[in-house]
C-alpha cells in the first residue's frame, strides 16, 4: 500500500499541491498520524482553491467569483478578519468542488469524513467525556489515500467540460488515431462518473451514427469514436461492453445500410459482439443476403466487396456462417475484389488459389497486387506455396508488373526475417534459368535485391 501512495503521490496533479501530499505521507510513515490526516486536509483544501482558481483563469465566470472571494480574505493578511474570512471559505470548499464537478457526491462525503477527522485531530477536546481523540494508522493512511484518488491526482477538469474536449478532439480537422493520447487525456485521469459518460457517448455516437452538429459526416464521426472506444476498451472493456449493449435497442431500428456499416465498423471487437443474439445475427445474414450479385463479366462494386471482406473476420465467420458460403459463390475476379477490400490471413490460401488460376497476363497483374496486400499475414510456408504457384503459372510469372511486384513482395514479407531469403534467391534463379540471363522476366530487380539484402541466388527448388 506504501509503495501505491507513493505512486499515487508522483501522480499529484499540482505541483504546488504535492509537498503537501508528501508531507502527509512522511508524517504517516514516521508515526504522526495526527499530522498526517492534517496535512491530508491541508492538501484537499490547497487543491481545491487551485483548481478553482485554474477554472477561473480559464474564463469560468462562477470560478472568478470564488477566486475573487480568496483574494480578498488574502488581502487581510493574518489579521483576525482575515482569518475568519478564510475560514468561511474553507467550509464550503467541498461544495464548491462539487458544484465545480471537481468530485462527486460519494467523493463529497469522502472529503467530508477526511475534514471532520481532521477537526477532531486540532482539537481534541471535541471528543465527548474530554477524552483524547487517538486515530488509528490505517485511518490516516486510507484518508491520504482517498484524497488522492478522489481529487489530488486529477487535473482540474470538470465533466461536462471534459466531455466537451473529447468531443472537440473527434471532430478536429487533424485528427489522428492515437489510442495513447486518448486514453491518457479522456480516461486516465478522469473520475469514473465522467470515464463512464465518456464511454457511453463514444458508443452511441459509434453505434448509431448521431449527427454532431454537422461538424462531420456522421458516418465519419462514427468511425472516429469506434476508434476511441478500442482505445478506452483497453482500460475498462467491460464498461464497453455494457454501453454498447445499452444502444441495443435503437440499434435494431436503424435502416439496413446504416447496421452494415456499424457490423463493418465494430466487426473486429469482441465487446460488439457480446451484444449481438440470434435475432440480430440473423438480422445481418439477411440484409448479406439482400446484396445484389454483379453479372459474372461485371467488377464486384467496392461497397459489396467491403462488406463481404467480413468473411476474413474470425468473429463475423463465426456468427455468421452464410459469408462464407456467399464467399464460396463468387467468380474468382469477385473473389479477389474482396480479399483486396480487407486483407486478412483468411485469404492467404485463396491467393495461392488464385495464383495457380490466373488465365491472363491481365490477371496475373492482379493477383501480383492481391499477393503483395497479403504479406503481412505470410508465413514461411505460405510464401514458398505463393512463389512456387507464381513460378508454375506462366501467365503470372511473364505478366508486366510482376517482376516489380516481386521486388515489393520481398520487402514486404521482412517480418519473415533471414529465412525468406533462400525461398526468394531459389524462386529468381529458376526465373533466370527459363528466360536467360539478364531479360525482363528473368526478374532482374529481383536479383539486385537480394543481393543487396545479402542473398544469393540459388537453383535448389524450393
Given at each position: 500500500?506504501?509503495?501505491?501512495?507513493?505512486t499515487?503521490?508522483?501522480?499529484?496533479?499540482s505541483p504546488?499541491i504535492?509537498?503537501l501530499?508528501?508531507?502527509a505521507w512522511?508524517?504517516?510513515?514516521a508515526g504522526a498520524?495526527?499530522?498526517?490526516?492534517a496535512?491530508?486536509?491541508?492538501a484537499?483544501s490547497?487543491?481545491i482553491?487551485?483548481?478553482?482558481?485554474r477554472?477561473?483563469?480559464e474564463?469560468?465566470?462562477?470560478a472568478?467569483?470564488?477566486?475573487?472571494k480568496?483574494?480578498?480574505?488574502q488581502?487581510?493578511?493574518?489579521?483576525?478578519a482575515?482569518?475568519?474570512?478564510?475560514?468561511?471559505i474553507?467550509?464550503e470548499?467541498i461544495?464548491n468542488?462539487?458544484?465545480?464537478?471537481?468530485?462527486?457526491?460519494?467523493?463529497?462525503?469522502?472529503?467530508?469524513?477526511i475534514?471532520e477527522?481532521?477537526h477532531?485531530?486540532a482539537?481534541?477536546?471535541?471528543?465527548?467525556g474530554g477524552e483524547?481523540y487517538v486515530p488509528?494508522?490505517?485511518?490516516?493512511?486510507?484518508?491520504?489515500a482517498i484524497a488522492?484518488?478522489?481529487l489530488l491526482?486529477?487535473p482540474?477538469?470538470q465533466?461536462?467540460r471534459?466531455i466537451e474536449?473529447?468531443?472537440?478532439h473527434?471532430?478536429?480537422?487533424f485528427?489522428?488515431?492515437?489510442l495513447r493520447h486518448i486514453?491518457a487525456?479522456?480516461?486516465?485521469?478522469a473520475?469514473?462518473?465522467?470515464?463512464r459518460?465518456v464511454?457511453k457517448?463514444?458508443a452511441?455516437?459509434?453505434?448509431?451514427?448521431l449527427?454532431?452538429?454537422?461538424r462531420?459526416?456522421?458516418?465519419e464521426?462514427?468511425?472516429?469514436?469506434?476508434l476511441a472506444?478500442?482505445?478506452?476498451?483497453?482500460?475498462?472493456?467491460?464498461?464497453?461492453?455494457?454501453?454498447?449493449a445499452?444502444?441495443r435497442?435503437?440499434?435494431?431500428?436503424?435502416d439496413?445500410?446504416t447496421?452494415?456499416?456499424?457490423?463493418m465498423r465494430?466487426?473486429?471487437d469482441?465487446?460488439?459482439?457480446a451484444?449481438?443474439d440470434?435475432?440480430?445475427?440473423?438480422r445481418?445474414?439477411s440484409?448479406?443476403?439482400g446484396l445484389?450479385?454483379?453479372?459474372p463479366?461485371?467488377p464486384?462494386?467496392?461497397?459489396?466487396a467491403?462488406?463481404?471482406?467480413?468473411?476474413g473476420n474470425s468473429?463475423a465467420?463465426?456468427?455468421?456462417?452464410?459469408?462464407e458460403?456467399?464467399?464460396?459463390?463468387l467468380?474468382?475476379h469477385?473473389?479477389?475484389a474482396?480479399?483486396m477490400?480487407?486483407p486478412s490471413?483468411?485469404f492467404?490460401?485463396?491467393?495461392?488459389?488464385?495464383?495457380?488460376?490466373?488465365?491472363?497476363?491481365?490477371?496475373?497483374d492482379?493477383?501480383?497486387?492481391v499477393?503483395?496486400?497479403?504479406a503481412?499475414?505470410?508465413?514461411?510456408?505460405?510464401?514458398?506455396?505463393?512463389l512456387?504457384?507464381?513460378y508454375d503459372n506462366?501467365e503470372?510469372?511473364r505478366a508486366?508488373?510482376?517482376?516489380?511486384q516481386?521486388?515489393q513482395?520481398f520487402?514486404?514479407?521482412?517480418?519473415?526475417?533471414?529465412a525468406?531469403?533462400?525461398a526468394?534467391a531459389?524462386?529468381?534463379?529458376?526465373?533466370?534459368a527459363s528466360?536467360?540471363?539478364?531479360?525482363?522476366y528473368?526478374?532482374?530487380?529481383?536479383h539486385?535485391?537480394l543481393?543487396?539484402?545479402?542473398?544469393g541466388?540459388?537453383?535448389?527448388p524450393?
Open positions: 500500500m506504501i509503495a501505491d501512495l507513493e499515487l503521490i508522483s501522480q499529484v496533479w504546488d504535492r509537498p501530499a508528501e508531507e512522511r508524517c504517516y510513515t498520524i495526527r499530522p498526517s490526516i496535512a491530508t486536509w491541508s484537499v490547497a487543491d482553491i487551485v483548481k478553482l482558481t477554472l477561473a483563469d474564463g469560468d465566470k462562477q472568478a467569483s470564488f477566486r475573487a480568496v483574494a480578498a480574505a488581502a487581510h493578511g493574518l489579521t483576525p482575515g482569518v475568519k474570512a478564510m475560514q468561511q474553507e467550509a470548499l461544495n468542488a462539487v458544484e465545480f464537478e471537481l468530485i462527486d457526491s460519494i467523493g463529497k462525503r469522502e472529503l467530508e469524513r475534514r477527522d481532521r477532531l485531530c482539537h481534541p477536546s471535541l471528543r465527548a483524547v488509528r494508522p490505517e485511518v490516516a493512511r486510507g484518508h491520504l488522492l484518488t478522489t491526482v486529477h482540474p477538469t465533466g461536462t471534459l474536449e473529447f468531443t472537440n473527434i471532430c478536429d480537422p485528427f489522428t488515431p492515437t486514453q487525456t479522456f480516461y486516465d485521469r473520475r469514473d462518473a465522467t470515464r459518460n464511454i457517448l463514444a452511441k455516437a459509434a453505434m448509431l451514427e449527427d454532431p452538429d454537422g462531420l459526416p456522421p458516418a464521426h462514427a468511425n472516429r469514436m469506434a472506444l478500442r482505445a478506452f476498451a483497453e482500460r475498462a472493456r467491460d464498461a464497453v461492453r455494457d454501453a454498447i445499452s444502444t435497442e435503437k440499434f435494431t431500428l436503424l439496413g445500410g447496421q452494415l456499416r456499424v457490423l465494430m466487426a473486429e469482441d465487446y460488439f459482439w451484444s449481438v440470434q435475432a440480430l445475427a440473423s445481418f445474414e440484409l448479406i443476403t445484389p450479385n454483379p453479372a463479366g461485371d464486384m462494386p467496392s461497397e459489396i467491403a462488406i463481404l471482406a467480413l468473411v468473429y465467420r463465426t456468427r455468421l456462417p452464410l459469408l458460403t456467399r464467399y464460396a459463390s467468380l474468382t469477385q473473389q479477389m474482396v480479399a477490400a480487407q490471413e483468411y492467404v490460401p485463396s491467393v495461392v488459389t488464385f495464383l495457380q488460376g490466373a488465365g491472363s497476363w491481365r490477371m496475373g492482379q493477383v501480383g497486387q499477393v503483395v496486400q497479403h503481412p499475414f505470410l508465413t514461411l510456408d505460405t510464401l514458398k506455396a505463393v512456387t504457384a507464381w506462366e503470372c510469372r508486366v508488373t510482376m517482376p516489380s516481386a521486388v513482395l520487402h514486404d514479407t521482412a517480418h519473415l526475417g533471414t525468406r531469403g533462400p526468394f531459389d524462386f529468381a534463379a529458376k526465373c533466370e528466360e536467360g540471363e539478364g531479360e525482363y528473368s526478374y532482374p530487380g529481383l539486385t535485391a543481393r543487396d539484402a545479402g542473398f541466388a540459388s537453383t535448389a524450393f
